[in-house]
């Protein structure tokens, strides 16, 4: 990629737990990253990577330094801001698929666009069947989530990340539950997403596989980046 455009960035990030005793966890974390470039967190539990994700996703605000997507400052933003940019910028995807039990598939990935309030509803229909599409999973549309494997849901849960067309999906071990063949589809998926819609993926993992084939790798250790890896992308930029 010639042009390399930040579309996050973090300025000496430190945040402290305060239960049972003071406790620093993250410390001045500083780091970009990049359109289309899918970027993997890693190291042993307890290390800060987890805590780190959500600060950057503005879901916790409680921490020290500044926070930048694309290219805007977001710390100090009030709640409905910071809400009102999730719903643009930011699809999220866990190790646990949140997905409404009771509910099909179609019903599940539309729930953010309707809460965005972007398009009408048929508009939002038409999204979400494009979305099951890409991850293989226009069939099963119709069908309660509850009716679904483990990676069949997770796929649900990466559609329903993606209806808003966010700039960037941020993962909390999207493959912790998976079996290998289904951790690859899933690795295949966040891939296809960096390189051909120029998302940008973050994603916590303790797969060292899934880690090692992703554009990138952030090490952290005792609350600090240890090692960041160098920038490569796998395309070129379009």
Same mark, same amino acid.
């Given at each position: ?8 960035? #973090? ?41 780190? !994700?959500?600060? !950057? ?90 009716? !679904? ?28 539950? !998976? ?25 916590? #993992? ?33």
């Amino acid at each position: 990629m010639n042009q390399q455009e930040v579309v996050l960035s #973090t300025h000496h990030i430190s945040k402290y737990f305060y239960e049972p005793t003071k406790f620093k966890v993250l410390s001045e974390v500083s780091f970009e990253a990049y359109k289309g470039e899918f970027l993997t967190l890693v190291g042993k539990s307890g290390c800060g990577k987890s805590t780190l !994700l959500y600060c !950057l996703s503005t879901m916790d605000t409680d921490y020290e330094g500044e926070l930048f997507i694309n290219q805007q400052k977001v710390t100090g933003k009030s709640q409905k801001e910071l809400a009102a940019l999730r719903s643009h910028s930011i699809g999220f995807v866990f190790q646990f698929h949140y997905l409404l039990p009771e509910f099909s598939c179609l019903k599940n990935i539309m729930i953010p666009a309707q809460k965005l309030g972007r398009h009408s509803y048929q508009e939002i229909e038409e999204r979400a069947y494009q979305k099951l599409a890409i991850l293989g999973m226009k069939e099963q549309a119709l069908k309660t989530t509850s009716k !679904l494997s483990g990676g069949q849901q997770q796929r649900v849960a990466i559609a329903r990340a993606l209806i808003n067309d966010p700039d960037i999906i941020m993962c909390d071990e999207p493959t912790g539950n !998976l079996d290998s063949k289904n951790t690859q589809i899933v690795f295949d998926i966040f891939q296809q997403l960096a390189r051909d819609n120029k998302q940008t993926i973050i994603a916590v #993992t303790h797969d060292n596989d899934f880690a090692q084939a992703s554009d990138r790798t952030i090490e952290m250790a005792d609350g600090k980046i240890i090692s960041q890896g160098e920038v490569r992308y796998s395309t070129q930029a379009g």
